[in-house]
Every structure is written in C-alpha cells, then in structure tokens.
C-alpha cells in the first residue's frame, strides 16, 4: 500500500526541483555570448562575494574537486579575471581574488540576468509576484546555507 500523503509530497518536490532548474538554465542563457562558462562565473562570482580565497576553499564551496577548480581559476587568471597572493597565514598557500576586470564582469552579468528576470516578473500580476517571493523566502529559510547538501536547520 502506499501512503499518498509521501507520493504527493514527491511530486511537489519534483516538480518545484524541476522548475527551479529550468528557471535557472534560462537565466544563465540572458547572458553575453563571449561570457565564460557556467563553472567560471560562479567561482569568480563566489571570489567577488568572499574576497582572497584558497584553492581547496574555494572547490569546496563550489563542490568541485580541487583539479576542476584550479583548471578554472587558471583559465580565469589567464583571462585577467583573477590574480593569486600569497596567504598571510601560510606562505607556501596561495590566495585566489578577483580583479576589478573580474568584478566588473561579474557585475555585468548580475545586471543582465537581473534585468531578463525582471522582464519576466512584469508579466505577473502584483498577486503574483507577492506570492512567489513569500514563497521564495520560506523555502529558502529551509536550507543551511552551511551545509551542501541543503539540510533543514
């Protein structure tokens, strides 16, 4: 026998999983043609957002392995988008932050994405778009930001 009320709640996740990924996908296509792929702009957008980090730090927080991840800030340092010091805390340690190229692209990016997704929400009635942001909020309240996997707190 199976228990409806868990059947129901799959497909809600499913669908609201579903959706949210296709949102996002649409988002990340409001963007300039030259732009860097998906991983590069998150991982210089993480820089943006924390300042001078560490390789490991920053594979972490992006859920990457550390050779993805350095392979992309290479390619990032190699474009100008970002410069690496040395830790303070650890000679031997390097530290990976973002120049004002690589900010300046990062906000550009937001602009654009903002704007297509701003588009978007004009053609919601205000009822709409009150709902969707109470909505918003309460299932991101839901998730750790500290912990990956997005458990409830």
Known sequence: MTDTGTDSRM??????????????RQLRRARRPTELAVGAISALDALVRLGPTRLGDLAAREQVAAPTMSRIVA???????????????DGRARLFGATEQGELLITGVVSERTRALADRLDR???SQRDG???GLRALESTFSWDDPAGASR
């Open 11 to 24: 497909v809600v996740a499913t669908e609201v999983h579903l959706t949210l990924a296709r949102l996002s």
């Open 124 to 126: 919601l009635s205000p």
């Open 75 to 89: 390619m990032l340092e190699t474009e100008g988008y970002v410069e690496r010091s040395p830790d303070p805390q």
């Open 132 to 134: 969707l942001i109470e």
